[in-house]
T-cell receptor, first 113, second 113 residues
């Protein structure tokens, strides 16, 4: 089946550093999403990307939809302690089955003050 | 506050017991989903309901049943719990054509002993 390969699995960084994570697949998607999950909570949508090549920012977060439609990356600039959590990429081919939003396995981010 | 409400938040079951996880949304969304989250596995779709009156299997449906009781409520039932079903369960909902409206509940942590 379709799979999203998300890397890295975990990151330990110093406050103020920039962070980069990415998601790749052998399949083509027409929508990429990035979610953040904090301990004890469900995932919350950070950024949605709907067009190949699209670059979108949300505060210190920037995400891009790869031109091949098979990948996406998320950057966090000047990290702060509240950035701690698990970041998930997700992808979908809209127009198909309602249930085919699939998730990467997550990148666990730890930030040292 | 508007959103997705899951109950209970925590549950411990003995092997072979049955239980129902409840989910309700008040955003008038058509589609609802049940995911399970296991360490290192990301989020995997168990069942989904594209609209009231319909349900479909996701990636890992074995051992579960669902009921879309009405537009607001989507329940997940474990008829005979097994230790392999120890997990964190998330319910989500979305409006048609609004992928940025994919909203998750805060989860049910289930332990089967």
């Amino acid at each position: 089946g379709q799979q999203l390969n998300q890397s890295p699995q975990s990151m330990f960084i110093q406050e103020g550093e920039d962070v980069s994570m990415n998601c790749t697949s052998s399949s083509i998607f027409n929508t990429w999403l990035w979610y953040k999950q904090e301990p004890g909570e469900g995932p919350v949508l950070l950024i949605a990307l709907y067009k190949a090549g699209e670059l979108t920012s949300n505060g210190r977060l920037t995400a891009q939809f790869g031109i091949t439609r098979k990948d996406s990356f998320l950057n966090i600039s000047a990290s702060i302690p509240s950035d701690v959590g698990i970041y998930f990429c997700a992808a979908l081919n809209y127009g198909g089955s309602q249930g085919n939003l699939i998730f990467g396995k997550g990148t666990k981010l730890s930030v040292k003050p | 506050n508007a959103g997705v409400t899951q109950t209970p938040k925590f549950q411990v079951l003995k092997t072979g017991q049955s239980m129902t996880l409840q989910c309700a949304q008040d955003m008038n969304h058509n589609s609802m989903y049940w995911y399970r989250q296991d360490p290192g596995m990301g989020l995997r779709l168990i069942y989904y309901s594209a609209s009231e009156g319909t349900t479909d299997k996701g990636e890992v449906p074995n051992g579960y049943n669902v009921s879309r009781l009405n537009k607001r409520e989507f329940s997940l039932r474990l008829e005979s719990a097994a230790p392999s079903q120890t997990s964190v369960y998330f319910c989500a909902s979305s409006a048609p054509g609004r992928l940025d409206g994919y909203t998750f509940g805060s989860g049910t942590r289930l332990t089967v002993v």
